[in-house]
């Protein structure tokens, strides 16, 4: 069978890098599980990253025709993303050396650093192009107040000037109407969950009953907010002694894995005379990250903006509730009072409260175990979303060449 080829662009997010691991999250699995989905449907897709990952071979073969193919636009090793826009012309240019762009039948996107070459491959190939966004400047510049003008500019650009944008929620697409004066087609497809996580598994998990938090242990995830509800609840002892708060994330340099200690001083600050009770698990693999969802009294996703809210996701497939940040795709991905709890961003008072909640009402939290497993099941089935995007290419090729 013929195979389709499809171009994906990840400029910083290298699909096969360790989730967890700087600039390692959702969108480097959303590139990686949705080229492995594609692949079921005749797809061969590469995927072209900067090489940030110096031991990593420059081509790398993963699933049955999709491959990783890194670049290192003048600078091998860790580039923070704020950093890569000044690559942007090198890694064009060894992209166009190493690749010959003409063969592809899509061109995908994925983050506004890839749709400014995305602008340049269509201006001179004049390929079909979607583009994901996986966050937006204005959703950040609403919940952090920060304000980053050129990527607001780039972003107004791309969102014009595509075929057709990918949004993963109707809250996304619904800020893209409300900012951009006048942009292309707007198709709402959630994101996947691997399969991974919607198996049951039986493994018990060492530290008992847990709240839990998976992400980067950066502040715009809301994990000092957690840390500080987290002890609020052990001060005024609302929370029993054998309840722990479990953090997955970081990187192996960052987290004390013998001591399930932050190497960090601030955050070693921060948890202080709560060491017994907080503990720091490092990066995570998925069937490990499975069942420490399954186990968990709630995952906890305090963000301050998520275009979507790739871990919310994946705990409801295990069956786990969700107290998330009532912002972005997570007003979206978590319904409040069917399969989690929504509080308002930074209310460390109202974060303690939900926790307790949960804590105090087992059959409030019985029933949002059982509607997040079967809500996840309906809607972030990888094979379903891999369907509506393949359609979308189908219909873009179709239109391409009649």
């Not at 990686?32 to 073969?61: F, I, K, N």
């Not at 079967?374 to 972030?380: D, N, P, S, W």
Request: charged share 25%; net charge positive; glycine share 6%.
């Amino acid at each position: 069978m013929l195979q389709r080829k499809v171009l994906f662009i990840s400029d910083h997010g290298d699909p096969l890098a360790p989730l967890g691991s700087k600039q390692a999250g959702g969108q480097n699995n959303y590139v990686r599980q949705l080229a492995l989905s594609l692949e079921e449907m005749g797809y061969a897709v590469d995927v072209v990253t900067h090489w940030c990952l110096e031991d990593a071979p420059q081509v790398e073969h993963f699933g049955k025709n999709s491959r990783v193919i890194r670049l290192a636009a003048g600078k091998k090793g860790f580039v923070d993303k704020n950093e890569l826009f000044k690559l942007l012309p090198n890694f064009y240019k060894e992209m166009k050396n190493i690749l010959d762009l003409s063969e592809y039948e899509i061109l995908h996107t994925h983050y506004w650093l890839s749709g400014v070459l995305g602008l340049r491959i269509k201006k001179e190939f004049h390929l079909p192009w979607f583009h994901t966004n996986h966050s937006l400047g204005i959703a950040k510049q609403l919940g952090t107040g920060l304000k980053d003008k050129r990527r607001l500019y780039y972003e107004e650009k791309i969102l014009s000037s595509v075929d057709q944008i990918i949004a993963t929620t109707p809250n996304e697409k619904q800020l893209i109407l409300e900012t951009v004066k006048s942009p292309a087609n707007i198709h709402i497809v959630p994101i996947g969950v691997a399969d991974t996580y919607h198996r049951l598994y039986t493994k018990p998990f060492e530290f008992g009953n847990y709240f839990l938090f998976v992400g980067r242990l950066e502040e715009s995830k809301g994990i000092f907010v957690l840390i500080q509800s987290f002890r609020e609840l052990v001060e005024k002892k609302q929370i029993p002694k054998n309840i722990k708060l479990l953090i997955a994330g970081g990187t192996e340099s960052s987290v004390d894995l013998n001591k399930f200690y932050p190497n960090d001083p601030k955050m070693r600050q921060e948890i202080k005379g709560l060491e017994d009770r907080i503990k720091f698990l490092g990066p995570r693999n998925e069937k490990e990250l499975a069942n420490l969802f399954k186990d968990a009294l709630a995952t906890v996703v305090p963000s301050y903006y998520e275009s979507f809210g790739m871990v919310a996701a994946e705990a409801q497939a295990c069956g786990c509730p969700v107290i998330a940040s009532k912002v972005g795709g997570l007003k979206d991905i978590v319904l409040p009072g069917k399969t989690g709890l929504h509080v308002t961003k930074g209310n460390i008072a109202k974060l303690a409260e939900s926790m307790h909640t949960l804590l105090t009402k087992p059959h409030v939290l019985t029933e949002l175990r059982n509607n997040a497993r079967k809500f996840a099941q309906r809607e972030f089935k990888w094979q379903h979303i891999a369907q509506k995007i393949n359609h979308l290419y189908e219909e873009k090729i179709y239109e391409t060449v009649r």
